[in-house]
Structures are given as C-alpha cells and as structure tokens.
C-alpha cells in the first residue's frame, strides 16, 4: 500500500514561488500514473496538473498553465510542482495523487475519482 506525503505549503505572496513536494513510500513507486489536486473552501477538489507514467506527457489545468510545473523523475519516489506566479486565487490545500497503471500506460488522468491514494493535504495561501 503506498502512502503519499506533501510537503512546502505555506504562506506567501501573489507573484511569488513554491515548490511543493509528494513522497511515496510504504511500497515500491512503479507504474503510477501522479497528479496534484486543490482545494478551496467550499469547493470541490479540482485537477491542477498530472503526469503519466510512461512517456513524458503531461497535462494541466488552464489555470495553472503557463505557470505551474509538474515534475517526475523515473526511479525517485518524489514528484514535486514547481508554482510560479502566484495568485491569490491559488490558495487552496493542495493534494498529491497516484493512480496505478500498467507499465506501458501514458495517460494523465484529470478526474480524482481515478485515483488510488492521496496525501493529506498542504495548504497554500496567497496573499493579494
């Protein structure tokens, strides 16, 4: 069973930058398609970017895109997202993901009733 783990929330302000990160552990991280979610109050939890396990596709939420860089590196058991330009609207908690694949599979999955595991959650606040 893998547990995920974020971590580098905080408070800053808009126009600045974050990297949050997620550790995988609990089993070995292979065939894992990961993605990262948010979540304001009152809202549901929506799709911020994603990447597949084979291959190197990824997707984004128009939103983020442009600014915000979701990276993997085979073999690590981290991902992390690299948030530029922030915005006030960006604050939110935000969740890592992963779902499991075949190893041949490289599709980025944007719905989180997809995914196997989540973290706990980070919360990240931009001022205005």
């Known amino acids: 069973q893998v547990q995920l783990a974020e971590s580098g929330g905080g408070l800053l302000q808009a126009g600045g930058s974050l990297i949050l990160s997620c550790a995988a552990s609990?089993?070995?991280?292979?065939?894992?398609?990961v993605g990262w979610f948010r979540q304001a109050p009152g809202q549901e939890r929506a799709f911020v970017a994603g990447v597949a396990w084979a291959g190197s596709n990824t997707y984004y939420d128009q939103s983020v895109k442009g600014r915000f860089t979701i990276f993997r590196e085979k073999g690590k058991t981290t991902f992390d997202l690299q948030m530029n330009s922030l915005k006030h609207e960006d604050t939110a908690v935000y969740y890592c993901?992963?779902?499991?694949?075949?190893?041949?599979?490289?599709?980025?999955?944007?719905?989180?009733?997809?995914?196997?595991?989540w973290g706990q959650g980070t919360q990240v606040t931009v001022s205005s």
């Open positions: 993901a992963a779902k499991s694949v075949s190893r041949d599979n490289g599709g980025v999955y944007t719905r989180p009733d997809y995914y196997d595991y």
């Open positions: 609990g089993a070995p991280f292979v065939s894992y398609a």
